[in-house]
C-alpha cells in the first residue's frame, strides 16, 4: 500500500491481553486514534497439542478488551512462523554452542514485521506497543531512548529496530512507571487490567527450564551429543559434563568435577564437546567483538561517551566504550572497565546516555 494511502489518525496496536498493552489501547483510544488490537499467536503452551486451534487465555482476554472499548481485534496466526524463525533459531545457536536470546531476533523478523505488515493492509499509518521506551527524532534519524521507569526499561532487546519500524512506531508508556500505569487501568475503570501479573522469561518456555525445552524439541539430542570433558586451560581433566548445549559461560552449576575447584565456564569448545573452565576472575573482558551489528547513525561511532549495556539489567560494565568498525559485520568493543562472563551469542547494547544507538552480538 502507498504511502499517501495510509491514515495517520489510525494504529495496529499489538495486544497481548496484559496490563501493558490493555492501557496502551486506553490511551490511544482517549487521545483520539483509531484503534485496531492485533494479537500475534505465536505458541502453545508446552503441555497443549502443536494442533490446538482454541485460543489461548491472552488472547481471549484481548478480544474482551477490544470488545469493552469497543474496537476491532485481530488474530494473526503465526505459530509455524514462530516455530521456524524463532525457536528454529533458539536451537540452533545452543546447539553451535552460543547463548541465544530469542526476543531480540523474534522482534525485527516477526512481531514487528507482522504488525506492520497488518497495519498496510489496513491503512494505519503507526504501529503501537506497550514497550516502557520512547522513540525520539534527531536530525530526521529516530532513537529509542530508555524508559522513566528504570526497573521496566526494554530497549536493551530492541536494538535491532530499523528506521522504518521506528518512524512508525508509537509506545505512550515509555514517559510513565509501571505504578502509573496500574493506578491508570483502575481510572480508566479497568481494575482486573491493572492486577494482571507480569510476563517474565522467554514467552515459549512457560516457565520451563531450556535444557528441558532443548530435549523436548530435539528428543535425540543427548544420543547425537552426550557427555563431554572439563578441562582447565592447560588442558587438565578436570571432570565431565552432561553435554555443552546445557551450559553458558560463567556457570557452575551441573559440572561433575572430580574436586571442589571454584573454577566456572569459560569457553566451550563444540567440536569436542569440551568445557573449558577458568577463575571468575578470568572471565572479566575488556575488549571483545560484536557481530551482525546495527547503528542507527554509523557517525555515532565516533562519539567518546557511548556505554555498552552486555546484560538487560544489573552487571554492566561502568565507564565507556570504544567502538571501531572490523568490517561490515564485526566490531571491535574496548571498554574502560571490565564485562564479566560475556557468551558467544548475547546482545550487546550501546548507548549515549539514555539514547540507543544499536547493538550486535558477543562473539
Known amino acids: 500500500m502507498a504511502i499517501s494511502c495510509r491514515d495517520k489518525n489510525k494504529v495496529v496496536l499489538g495486544m497481548s491481553g496484559g496490563t501493558d498493552s ?13 484503534v485496531i488490537g492485533v494479537s500475534l499467536w505465536f505458541w502453545n503452551s508446552p503441555n497443549e497439542d502443536s494442533n490446538n486451534q482454541e485460543l489461548p487465555d491472552f488472547i481471549v482476554d484481548a478480544q474482551e478488551l477490544a470488545d469493552k472499548l469497543s474496537i476491532e481485534h485481530y488474530v494473526i496466526d503465526a505459530r509455524d512462523e514462530f516455530k521456524d524463525i524463532v525457536i528454529g533459531q533458539f536451537l540452533q545457536e ?6 541465544p536470546s530469542p526476543c531480540i531476533h523474534c522482534n525485527p523478523n516477526l512481531k514487528w514485521r507482522l504488525l506492520l505488515d497488518k497495519a498496510d493492509q489496513l491503512g494505519a499509518q503507526y504501529i503501537a506497543t506497550g514497550h516502557y521506551i520512547q522513540i525520539l527524532e534527531e536530525e530526521e534519524i529516530f532513537y529509542i531512548h530508555k524508559g522513566n521507569d ?3 526499561d526494554q530497549s536493551y532487546f530492541l536494538w535491532n529496530l530499523n528506521q522504518e519500524i521506528l518512524s512508525r512506531t508509537l509506545t505512550p508508556l515509555g514517559t510513565y512507571t509501571k505504578p502509573e500505569v496500574r493506578e491508570m487501568a483502575i481510572n480508566f475503570g479497568h481494575k482486573r487490567v491493572a ?7 522467554i514467552c515459549f518456555l512457560d516457565g ?24 582447565d586451560t592447560d588442558g587438565k581433566e578436570l571432570g565431565w559434563h552432561e553435554g ?10 551441573g559440572l561433575e568435577l ?41 557517525k555515532d561511532i565516533n562519539k567518546l561517551e557511548i556505554t555498552t549495556v552486555v546484560r538487560g539489567l544489573g552487571l554492566n560494565p561502568e565507564g565507556h566504550s570504544k567502538l571501531t568498525v572490523i568490517d561490515n559485520k564485526l566490531l571491535h568493543v574496548e571498554l574502560d572497565n571490565p564485562a564479566w562472563a560475556i557468551a558467544p551469542g548475547q546482545p550487546v547494547a550501546f548507548y549515549i546516555g539514555n539514547k540507543l544507538i544499536g547493538g550486535g552480538f558477543a562473539e
Request: aromatic share 10%; net charge positive.
Open 195 to 201: 492486577s494482571k501479573k507480569e510476563s517474565m522469561g
Open 22 to 34: 490493555s492501557v496502551t489501547a486506553m490511551l490511544l483510544k482517549d487521545k483520539g486514534y483509531e
Open 208 to 231: 520451563m527450564d531450556y535444557r528441558d525445552f532443548l530435549k523436548q524439541e530435539i528428543s535425540d539430542v543427548d544420543e547425537k551429543i552426550g557427555k563431554g570433558k572439563i578441562v
Open 258 to 298: 572430580k574436586e571442589k575447584t571454584g573454577l566456572m565456564v569459560s569457553r566451550i569448545d563444540v567440536k569436542n564437546n569440551t568445557l573449558i573452565l577458568e577463575t571468575r576472575d578470568q572471565l572479566n573482558r575488556k575488549d571483545f567483538k560484536v557481530s551482525d551489528y546495527y547503528l542507527n547513525n554509523e
Open 94 to 99: 545452543y546447539l553451535n554452542g552460543r547463548t
Open 244 to 253: 555443552y548445549p546445557y551450559y553458558t559461560i560463567g556457570q557452575k552449576r
Open 150 to 152: 528504570p526497573a521496566k
